[in-house]
Structures are given as structure tokens and as C-alpha cells.
């Protein structure tokens, strides 16, 4: 596999329950975004890791919002009692160290609905 | 102002023309400028950066940037229907803590008429 994985695709909750997002990285990107894209604007930056230390959160990243990268190789996003502002599409990028910098590789995403 | 303005659009072009693409943005430390295609329920994908004053080419991409008026843009020769998506301007904006994070403006809609 030589991109960025996302599980699950769409995700359909009801209001109030937690949901868990997962990305697979690139394996030798070491660099790993999400963000958050609701319709009609661009991704908005969430929280950033280099290799298992979270470095970076927006303020975007309310209390109900947690993220991990155990071992700095997949990360998972879990959202606890969801809202219905909470829907949007979740993407991951990842990127290498190299101090020359090329942007992001993008996963599919994975597409929230609270209903 | 937001950090990384984009004309949201719609742009309309023929086949065949040139679609020019704008973006603007607010820090003068940003460092690296890259432009994602996106298309309708896809994630972004990137097809264009540059660092350098002046323009870089890429088959029928072109991307321009000008520190001085904290201006990029992009251009696409012979645009072609497969074109029709939405392009999104990102700035590596350096900040205090934060290690290549990109801010990405709102996108231009392009449709490419046959």
C-alpha cells in the first residue's frame, strides 16, 4: 500500500454518540495531519504528529476531540458525543522529515453524518 | 482577513482555453505555496508547488508566485473537461511551534465546458 488510509469511508452516527477514525500513513512519512473539511471550504487544520508526539493542536480541537499515534504509525481521531456541527469530511495527510518540504499525501478521507 | 484567499468562483471556461487561478495571502513569512485539485466527494490531491519567485511549469500547469505582492496563482493551458474541479491554494504559513502546517484557502470552483 503506498498512500494514505482512512476507515472508515462514511460514517453515519446519531447525536451524542462517540465515534473513532482511523489513518494509516504513508510507512515512511513520519508527519501526520487532520483536518477537518466542511462543503464549500477548504481543510481546516486540526492537529498535527511527528512520529508519536502530538506537537500541534487548533483550537478548532474542542475537549470532545482526542487523537492519538501509538508507536508514530497509525493515528486514530475519536470524537465523544457528537454533534450535528461535527459533521464534515476527516482527512488525514502525512508527509515526510526531509527539510525540503513537498506538502501533504491525502487519504480519501472518511465522511461524518450526525443525525 | 483570512490568511489565504481564494476567489471562490464559479469559473466557467471553453475547452481548450486558459484558466487562471488566484490566491492571495497574508504572511509575508510563508514559505512554500502548493495548489490541490479536488474533485466533487474526493480528497485533495496535490499538482503543483513552488517556492521561487517567478514561474514553474508542469505540462499544462503553471504555477506563478510573487513574494513582493503575496500573490500565486495558477494557470492551466488547454484546459480540458477532466479539469473541472476545485483547485485549492495552501501556504506553508510559518508560525512559532508549528512545523510545515499548511492553511488552505476556500478553493475555486473551475468548470471546464466541452
Known amino acids: 500500500d503506498t498512500g494514505v488510509s482512512q476507515n472508515p469511508r462514511h460514517k453515519i452516527t446519531k447525536r451524542g454518540q462517540n465515534v473513532t477514525f482511523r489513518c494509516d500513513p504513508i510507512?515512511?512519512?513520519?508527519?501526520l495531519y487532520w483536518y477537518r473539511q466542511t462543503l464549500g471550504q477548504g481543510p481546516e487544520f486540526l492537529t498535527y504528529f511527528q512520529n508519536e508526539a502530538q506537537l500541534e493542536k487548533s483550537r478548532l480541537l474542542s475537549d470532545r476531540f482526542s487523537a492519538e499515534r501509538p508507536k508514530g504509525s497509525f493515528s486514530t481521531l475519536e470524537i465523544q458525543r457528537t454533534e450535528q456541527g461535527d459533521s464534515a469530511m476527516y482527512l488525514c495527510?502525512?508527509?515526510?522529515?526531509?527539510?525540503?518540504?513537498?506538502?501533504?499525501?491525502f487519504g480519501s478521507g472518511t465522511r461524518l453524518t450526525v443525525v | 482577513q483570512k490568511e489565504v484567499e481564494q476567489n471562490s468562483g464559479p469559473l466557467s471556461v471553453p475547452e481548450g482555453a486558459i484558466a487562471s487561478l488566484n490566491c492571495t495571502y497574508s504572511?509575508?513569512?510563508?514559505?512554500?505555496f502548493f495548489w490541490y485539485r479536488q474533485y466533487s466527494g474526493k480528497s485533495p490531491e496535490l499538482i503543483m508547488f513552488i517556492y521561487s519567485n517567478g514561474d514553474k511549469e508542469d505540462g499544462r500547469f503553471t504555477a506563478q508566485l510573487n513574494k513582493a505582492s503575496q500573490y500565486v496563482s495558477l494557470l492551466i493551458r488547454d484546459s480540458q473537461p477532466s479539469d473541472s474541479a476545485t483547485y485549492l491554494c495552501?501556504?506553508?504559513?510559518?508560525?512559532?511551534?508549528?512545523?510545515?502546517?499548511?492553511?488552505f484557502g476556500s478553493g475555486t470552483q473551475l468548470t471546464v465546458l466541452p
Open positions: 510507512s515512511e512519512h513520519n508527519r
Open positions: 504572511d509575508r513569512g510563508s514559505q512554500s
Open positions: 495552501a501556504v506553508n504559513i510559518v508560525k512559532p511551534g508549528s512545523a510545515r502546517q499548511l492553511t
Open positions: 495527510a502525512s508527509s515526510t522529515g526531509q527539510r525540503r518540504f513537498y506538502g501533504y499525501t
